[in-house]
């Protein structure tokens, strides 16, 4: 895997990788596709690349797109993740991961770490925030590795999983 290349990208970018978003997607997910949530992808990627912060990194094997991580930074003061803590962290600035999705033939290869570390390196927020669906214990004990710590439960569209709300510290 030595071979993999990441590319960052940013919100003007997103028309020459929106497909490419919307392959991988298609790839990681063949399975669920039927799925109400998993065909709205398009919705998210749209929403996400929207922000002018929009950040993007693409892991590639060869041509061959095999993953990617994005996100951006939430709105001050109006973080969702605040829904569940008593107390904010001070400071309280927080870069969003909404995807990490790698292509099954590369899973668990380290790549999903590579693209994740590569997404957050130079992020002027103080923390991270992902959510997990709590129906897959192993990936959030897997990001529990990655210094997060899951702070919550949160059920962000009717028809959405119930996710597990994990925050990181960016500042260790």
């Known amino acids: 895997m030595s071979d993999v290349r990441l590319t960052r990208h940013g919100h003007h970018d997103l028309a020459d ?4 978003l ?3 997607h298609a790839d990681a997910y063949a399975d669920q596709m039927e799925d109400e949530f998993n ?3 398009e919705w998210f990627v749209d ?3 929207g922000n002018p912060e929009f950040a993007c990194v693409i892991a590639h094997d060869g041509d061959q797109p095999i993953g990617f991580a994005y996100g951006a930074p939430s709105n001050p003061g109006r973080e969702w993740w605040r829904e569940s803590l008593d107390t904010a962290p001070d400071p309280s600035s927080t870069f969003a991961v909404s995807e990490l999705m790698i292509r099954t ?3 668990k ?8 570390e590569a997404l957050l390196t130079d992020r002027d927020e ?3 925030v992902l959510l997990v669906d709590t129906t897959h214990p192993r990936v959030q004990a897997l990001y529990e590795t990655w210094q997060y710590r899951k702070v919550g439960e949160r059920r962000p569209f009717a028809d959405s999983p119930l996710y597990a709300v ?3 510290d960016l500042r260790d």
């Open 126 to 128: 103080a923390l991270a």
């Open 39 to 41: 065909q709205r992808f």
């Open 22 to 24: 919307l392959d991988v």
């Open 105 to 107: 033939k590369w899973r």
């Open 166 to 168: 994990m925050l990181r």
């Open 109 to 116: 290869t380290g790549i999903a770490q590579r693209l994740h």
């Open 47 to 49: 929403h996400w690349g």
């Open 17 to 20: 990788i929106r497909q490419t």
